[in-house]
């Protein structure tokens, strides 16, 4: 399966912004929508932001995250989310300077591979 077929096929599963400075692409955010009934509208995850290392510092990180911060404005979203590894201070950081707020009180689960097979298998 191409990457370039889930994100521009016959049912997008996710969108992307590509980052660009002076024209070369340095970046991007892939991202879609998900649904909270908390709040009965929709909202906006961040699976993956990545700035080239050599473009790190230049703003294009924070740029990223307030155009998707415009998205989720214009879309009527009630949130923008996204997941970050616990050790990973330096984005932790970022993040934090950016307003975000953990949200310690939430566990993740995850059920793939041969556990999500037996799980489809068993319903």
Not at 25 to 45: C, D, V
Not at 64 to 71: I, M, N, T, V
Not at 117 to 123: D, F, K, M, R, S
Request: net charge negative; hydrophobic share 45%.
């Amino acid at each position: 399966v191409v990457l370039g077929d889930r994100l521009f096929g016959a049912r997008p599963y996710a969108e992307v912004l590509i980052g660009e400075i002076d024209g070369a692409p340095q970046g991007f955010a892939l991202f879609f929508h998900n649904f909270s009934t908390f709040e009965g509208k929709p909202g906006i995850y961040l699976e993956d932001l990545l700035v080239r290392p050599e473009a790190r510092g230049s703003g294009l990180g924070k740029a990223l995250l307030k155009r998707l911060a415009a998205l989720a404005v214009e879309r009527d979203c009630a949130r923008l989310e996204w997941s970050v590894l616990d050790w990973n201070e330096p984005s932790i950081q970022f993040y934090k300077a950016l307003g975000a707020k953990a949200m310690d009180e939430w566990t993740i689960y995850r059920v793939d591979g041969d556990a999500l097979g037996e799980l489809a298998e068993g319903a």
